[in-house]
């Protein structure tokens, strides 16, 4: 069994093939035979597991089994408490409640790589950080809720899925997970 964890880049497909040419896995995973466990939208960044267990794939992936995934969102604005606890409570997109998430603004910017391409920036308007803890992974889920409670999504990185975390991984680079992760996350899924 393979188990491998990348921090996958800004504009990189979570995929291993794109008819349009665009950067997928495969341009920095020299792997074969190996899926996502999830997906990671085409402009967020972060932790992304490759694997070819199914089992693990299915349990890290299926809403029912609860994985807690953590983001690290920099959003336009300074968020007040009354939009954490509306993130905290879950909010109605398109008539979906979301599960309630763990949300907390960050009170120092994370220590964060450069990104290919610069957020925009406007002088007049701050940014913040804000961490979010979701057992969900509806499609852009992040992005809608910090824009539905008035503070859109400027940057996303995906942390951790479950114990499994980025740490000192730079976008591209790719690691396999110790025999003791692997256990981890085999017991955690009993």
Do not use: C
């Amino acid at each position: 069994m393979q188990y491998i964890l990348l921090n996958k880049p800004f504009e990189v497909l979570t995929q291993f093939t794109d008819e349009n040419g665009r950067a997928t896995l495969k341009d920095f995973v020299p792997l074969s035979n190996i899926y996502p466990v999830g997906r990671l939208d085409y402009d967020s960044e972060g932790l992304v597991l490759l694997t070819d267990d199914k089992i693990l794939q299915h349990r890290l992936s299926d809403p029912k089994f609860k994985i807690e995934k953590t983001y690290w969102a920099q959003v336009e604005g300074i968020p007040s408490p009354e939009a954490l606890t509306q993130l905290q409570t879950g909010i109605y997109l398109k008539n979906i409640k979301t599960a309630p998430a763990k949300a907390r603004l960050l009170t120092e910017e994370p220590q964060v790589w450069e990104r290919s391409k610069p957020i925009r920036f406007r002088q007049n308007i701050p940014t913040a950080w804000i961490e979010l803890k979701l057992t969900q992974g509806m499609n852009r889920q992040v992005r809608k809720m910090t824009a539905a409670v008035g503070f859109p999504t400027l940057r996303l990185i995906r942390v951790s899925i479950g114990p499994l975390v980025l740490d000192n991984l730079a976008p591209g680079q790719y690691r396999a997970l110790t025999p003791a992760e692997i256990h981890t996350l085999r017991s955690g899924m009993r």
